[in-house]
């Protein structure tokens, strides 16, 4: 244990949401808990889950999310009165038009006072001010580190590392599934079978529409819009183009001249101060970053007055623990480690 500590603060934790990146986050607390007492000072206990599945699931004493026991509760409201977090993991599904139900969830856990952290993009784009004020009434943190680059970091480079950079732009490759449909493409299959190939990877959901259609991409530009820029925008905003109807051998030629197709995203600020926002596939050189983007690699490329030739994040092949581990590091950062 780091010096001058002598016993460990506990905090409780409760999770909205346990799918795949919930299970992976579970597993990195788990794995970690050594270190973070021994470093930080810090232990932790799951107190609450709530699944589509399972409904909704309290202890005060603490319970296993993946088999939880204790009270089940009707409603959010009796839940979070049983679990009593600390900290609210929400991982639930996203809704890119209205940002609901995990809008409410984080509202609520905010309210009860509970640090509220969040994989979801939609509730960024559709209630990030409403959000942040509310942690701040209540003395509480919201954070969304893996909400773009599933763990990369994002915000927190921008609001840590770059203050007053003047950044004046952002582009990026922010969707794994389009990158595999376009590469399963330039190998001779169809966009349903590359949509195939990237479930099997993990990386894409049961109706993988979102990504190949660039709705993903869009609300991602919504959300880096409205906290980096301070400019809100809705996905319905975003000039937006997927892939779908992309012409076959024209990808395959693009590929062989050495400039691919990607699914870019672009988010630019102009002389006037408006904001502009863009999702389409593009042709791109593989010299560039975003051309030698592969396989499920994300990138994101910030220009600023102080980079002249861009400042420049990749994430090589993340996996669910490279998203587990953003909301990871957002709780660190909400109980002071």
Same mark, same amino acid.
Not at 3 to 13: F, I, M, N, P
């Given at each position: 244990?780091?010096?001058?500590?002598?016993?460990?603060?506990?905090?409780?934790?409760?999770?909205?949401?346990?799918?795949?990146?919930?299970?992976?986050?579970?597993?990195?607390?788990?794995?970690?808990?050594?270190?973070?007492?021994?470093?930080?000072?810090?232990?932790?206990?799951?107190?609450?889950?709530?699944?589509?599945?399972?409904?909704?699931?309290?202890?005060?004493?603490?319970?296993?999310?993946?088999?939880?026991?204790?009270?089940r509760c009707a409603d959010l409201g009796e839940?979070?009165?049983?679990?009593?977090?600390?900290?609210?993991?929400?991982?639930?599904?996203?809704?890119?038009?209205?940002?609901?139900? /995990?809008?409410?969830?984080? +509202? =609520?856990? *905010?309210?009860?006072? #509970?640090?509220?952290?969040? %994989?979801?993009?939609?509730?960024? @784009?559709?209630?990030?001010?409403?959000?942040?004020?509310? /942690?701040?009434?209540?003395? +509480? =943190?919201? *954070?969304?580190?893996? #909400?773009?680059?599933?763990? %990369?970091?994002?915000?927190?480079? @921008?609001?840590?590392?770059?203050p007053l950079a003047e950044l004046r732009g952002?582009?990026?490759?922010?969707t794994s599934t389009a990158t595999v449909v376009?590469?399963?493409?330039?190998?001779?299959?169809? @966009?349903?079978?590359?949509?195939?190939?990237?479930?099997?990877?993990?990386?894409?959901?049961?109706?993988?529409?979102?990504?190949?259609?660039?709705?993903?991409?869009?609300?991602?530009?919504?959300?880096?819009?409205?906290?980096?820029?301070?400019?809100?925008?809705?996905?319905?905003?975003?000039?937006?183009?997927?892939?779908?109807?992309?012409?076959?051998?024209?990808?395959?030629?693009?590929?062989?001249?050495?400039?691919?197709?990607?699914?870019?995203?672009?988010?630019?600020?102009?002389?006037?101060?408006?904001?502009?926002?863009?999702?389409?596939?593009?042709?791109?050189?593989?010299?560039?970053?975003?051309?030698?983007?592969?396989?499920?690699?994300?990138?994101?490329?910030?220009?600023?007055?102080?980079?002249?030739?861009?400042?420049?994040?990749?994430?090589?092949?993340?996996?669910?623990?490279?998203?587990?581990?953003?909301?990871?590091?957002?709780?660190?950062?909400?109980?002071?480690?």
């Amino acid at each position: 244990m780091a010096a001058g500590v002598t016993a460990l603060t506990s905090y409780r934790v409760a999770f909205i949401g346990f799918g795949n990146v919930g299970r992976a986050l579970a597993a990195l607390l788990a794995s970690r808990r050594p270190a973070v007492g021994e470093r930080y000072g810090i232990d932790y206990q799951v107190t609450g889950v709530a699944t589509r599945r399972l409904g909704w699931w309290a202890d005060g004493r603490g319970l296993d999310p993946g088999a939880p026991g204790g009270a089940r509760c009707a409603d959010l409201g009796e839940w979070l009165a049983r679990a009593r977090p600390d900290v609210v993991f929400e991982t639930t599904s996203l809704d890119p038009h209205a940002g609901q139900p /995990a809008l409410d969830y984080l +509202r =609520q856990s *905010l309210a009860a006072g #509970a640090h509220a952290i969040s %994989a979801n993009k939609g509730p960024i @784009v559709h209630g990030y001010r409403e959000l942040a004020s509310v /942690a701040a009434s209540v003395g +509480r =943190q919201y *954070l969304f580190e893996a #909400a773009v680059m599933d763990g %990369a970091p994002v915000f927190s480079l @921008v609001r840590g590392c770059l203050p007053l950079a003047e950044l004046r732009g952002v582009r990026g490759v922010f969707t794994s599934t389009a990158t595999v449909v376009l590469e399963a493409v330039e190998r001779g299959a169809t @966009v349903a079978e590359g949509v195939a190939e990237a479930q099997r990877l993990g990386v894409a959901e049961s109706d993988a529409s979102h990504d190949v259609d660039g709705w993903d991409s869009a609300v991602k530009l919504c959300a880096l819009a409205v906290v980096l820029f301070d400019t809100p925008l809705t996905p319905s905003e975003v000039a937006r183009v997927g892939i779908r109807d992309l012409d076959a051998d024209a990808v395959r030629r693009a590929r062989a001249d050495g400039t691919p197709y990607r699914l870019v995203g672009r988010l630019r600020r102009g002389p006037s101060g408006s904001v502009e926002a863009r999702v389409a596939p593009e042709r791109v050189s593989v010299t560039d970053p975003l051309g030698a983007v592969q396989g499920t690699d994300l990138v994101t490329c910030y220009e600023a007055d102080v980079f002249p030739g861009g400042l420049v994040v990749t994430s090589r092949s993340p996996d669910l623990t490279t998203t587990a581990y953003g909301l990871f590091t957002d709780f660190l950062t909400a109980v002071g480690a």
